[in-house]
């Protein structure tokens, strides 16, 4: 009896064991994917918390999948892939970063500088910090941008205002050098001439000396614009009455004008308390030579068809902006040359009048004042436009 | 007559000789100075008319102060100063220059200035005229 129950009482035990041993597993395993569960939760959080701190970065951050792919971009990325028409291309940004980083390693990071262009022809200066981590479930390739165009044209203007700074420095003491020479060379054909009046077949002679004489002069005015082209910047500029600058200069070309018929039209819709930081002579030299250029406009290609010559003058201020327009009735700018017209010895004129500087030295001393000149053609001539940071002058306490 | 007296003063020997005929040529005696010395050396030999000197060769308005300095038999008519340094012509006028040039100098317009110059101030040393 005892022998025939003892199998049936070995399987219920054993049965009532397994069933524990289930139950408990089944427990464990409830446990475990309850706290997968809020695993995947926290995972969820992280990621979408990392995404909201990725959003509120001032910084592009660009994230993309080893292959390539955009995984995220944030706002300040899209703002920064957006081309002037407004269409964000952030493939294009990450193809463009990776060709300059390639595809990093768990745990490698990198930082380069590079340029990338714009959409509009113009390039932007980018330095980008890469790092390989995981996120977003998987290996992911993070570029944090920070556009240093700003820096890149601070550094450039900063070298150049160096390079100009020594050109000014030598420009002075080669124009003496320079000039020595020219003295001897001046006075030796003063003498020469005189020498040839007494010769029998002295005026072929007299002629060869006029024009050594000619081409003196023409070296002297050269040495003297290249000498005003590199005067080094004031350190101790002031603000003065820009309006009364435009007078002087329009003072000094007013005979000039009348004795060549050339009228002068000047509206002013600014007051005497406008004031510009920086020098009235550099001001002054830079409209002279935009008038200047204008009236031997007149008298180099007079088009039957202009009417009457005239210069429009115009000058007004808005808030921070002082704008004066010079604009004449000439004809215009020979377009081939009008890209490179505010460089140096660039002159469509015959070498005894024009040494190319003028305009150069115009942009200088503008840009050197924080402004800006520009050219262009209108339908009747050249219009040029002189742009400048100004203020008011405070009333006298 | 000898014609009027220039002394001639600058470093540099062929822009001398150059003025130097050239003045010859027009009627003047010409001395040259190549130093404040021998500058000082010629008004000390004899009444000159006109001194012509380089900014540079004279160290700055050295020369010209020590010639305002002079006793009046001594000091010429008239004090032109040249120089090849742009700068100087912002700056004020050195006192004791009456005329000033700059390099490169038309020697044709340095005879006129100082002509009308040296005349003007005849006129004004003429019995009755106002001083
Ligand atoms: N108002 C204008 N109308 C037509 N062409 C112009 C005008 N202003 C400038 N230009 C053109 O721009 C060129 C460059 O001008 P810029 O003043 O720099 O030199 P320039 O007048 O030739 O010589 P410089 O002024 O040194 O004597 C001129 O030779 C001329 O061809
Ligand atoms: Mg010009």
Redesign the interface.
Known sequence: MVDASLPFILLVVSGVGLMAVLARELQLRSVLLRQIGMLRETEQELQSSTVDLLEALPVPVLVSGSDGSVRYANYAAKDLAASPHGDIDTDALVATVRQHIGVLGPGQSVTRRFPVGNGNGSLRDLSVRANCIWLFGGSAQVYVLSDTTLLRDTELRAMNAGKLAILGELSSSIAHELNQPLAVIKAAAANGRNLALALPDGARLVDKLARIDAQVERARRIIDNVRKLGRPAQANWAPFPVIRSLGSALGLVSQQYRLSGVALDIEVDAGDDVTVLGDPTLFEIAVLNVLLNALEAFARARRPDVGMPFVQVRASHREADLWVTISDNAGGIPEPLLPRIFESFVSSKSTDIGTGLGLSIARRAVEGMQGEISAGNGPRGAIFTIHLPACLREAAA | MRGPVIVICDD?V??VS??A??FE?NGWTVRTARTVAEALAQLYAGPITCLVTDRWTAHGDDLLRRVVALPAAQRPDLVAM?T????VEARPRPPGADLFF???????SMLRAISEQLGARRAAMQPGAHR
């Not at chain 2, 090849?84 to 700068?87: A, K, L, R, Y």
């Not at chain 2, 700059?102 to 044709?108: A, I, S, T, Y």
């Open positions: 540099e062929e822009l150059e003025l005929e050239w040529c040249m090849g340094d742009i700068e700059l390099k490169p100098v038309d020697p044709n």
